[in-house]
């Protein structure tokens, strides 16, 4: 049974959406700029974002950013149960922490606190918190090791009948990413699995990392949350990380925006085309298919799941609706005619 939990409205679980998630990357002390990165999140469809709680003296502005935003936070916490108090107290409706860090007596506390106001408490491991007991134990699979970490922490929950839990494990290498979450969800099936690589890394290389790690456990149905860990702004991990839902066809967020690689029948310069067609998309209804292809005798075929086509000829291109042709334009007509085109299409399954 998939089992699901709640942080204010958000269901995570149980058969709900696949949840994208990101992390603050602005300090606590900048109130103002925390709820601006809050509502470019917000906007940009994130669902839950990580803020770290350091210090106890950042608990007053854990607080006031809880009331200024309606973007559902989790206060990063990892070993002080002083702290894991303090978010809950300040409105946090989710913590991370790391429960085998914290003394017996202090873990109770929190856990008793986390009951009586419905705290959802994600716990997990990294490759940094894997032990050298957990290691050996192991037998030097580091994969191994950081089940065993997670384990360590989710019995330690549920031995004191707390149940309301995020499951993770990360790690920056892909193939140990995967067994570990998959050794995680063979060990705790149903419990709700936060998912992605920590520390992907920059550009390209940090996108691809992190696209092969949680596709690979998505499309095996593990994982409830995601998070796309880029040395980038945060928009940019929600943005990636619903690029990986929509290619996996877990989610439609946004426009699905196909175009060909183009090949030596190319008639038109599909980049420009693209350039041009992308900044007008944004009023389009979510999961919107439109092609923009190279030529126009392959291309519409190619297309032809899509919604609306863009077909490039010699001199401009030729506009596709639902498989119908709208008409044939001229490179210069095409700013002014494909807005009318697409608010046209902005009715697209509302009918
Ligand atoms: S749509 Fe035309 S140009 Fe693009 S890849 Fe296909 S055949 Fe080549």
Known sequence: MKRSVKIGSLIIGGGAPVRVESMLKVPLTDREG????????????????????????????????????????????HFDPALALLAMEAGCRAIRINPGN????????????????????????????????????????????????????????????????????????????????????????????????????????GVVKSTAGISALLSQGIGDTIRVSLTDVPEREVSVGYEILKALELRSHGVNLISCPTCGRRRADVMRLVELVRPMLDGLPDGTSVAVMGCEVNGPKEARHAQLGI?????????????????????????????????????????
Not at 53 to 74: F, I, K, Y
Request: aromatic fraction near 6%.
């Open 102 to 205: 914290m003394p017996l007596g202090r873990l109770n506390d929190v856990i008793a606190t986390a009951k009586k106001l419905g705290v959802v408490i994600r716990i997990g491991a990294n490759g940094g918190s894997v032990s050298g007991k957990q290691m050996e134990e192991a037998k030097g699979d580091r994969a191994a090791a950081l089940f065993l970490a997670v384990r360590e922490q989710a019995e330690l929950l549920l031995n004191s009948g707390f149940e309301n839990m995020i499951l993770s494990a990360k790690s920056s290498s892909v193939p140990e990413c995967v067994r570990a979450n998959i050794l995680i969800a063979q060990a705790y099936p149903g419990f709700p699995m936060h998912v992605g690589l920590t520390e992907a890394g920059p550009g390209d290389g």
């Open 311 to 351: 077909a490039g000829t010699p001199v401009g291109a030729v506009l596709f609706r639902e498989g119908e042709v709208v008409g044939e334009y001229p490179f210069d007509e095409l700013p002014e005619v494909l807005p009318r085109f697409f608010a046209e299409a902005g009715s697209l399954g509302k009918d």
């Open 34 to 77: 925390c709820r601006e990165q809050c509502e470019s999140l917000l906007a940009a469809g994130c669902e839950l974002a990580r803020s770290a709680l350091p210090r106890a003296e950042l608990s007053g502005d854990l607080s006031w950013l809880v009331e200024h935003t309606s973007l559902p936070l989790m206060a990063d916490i």
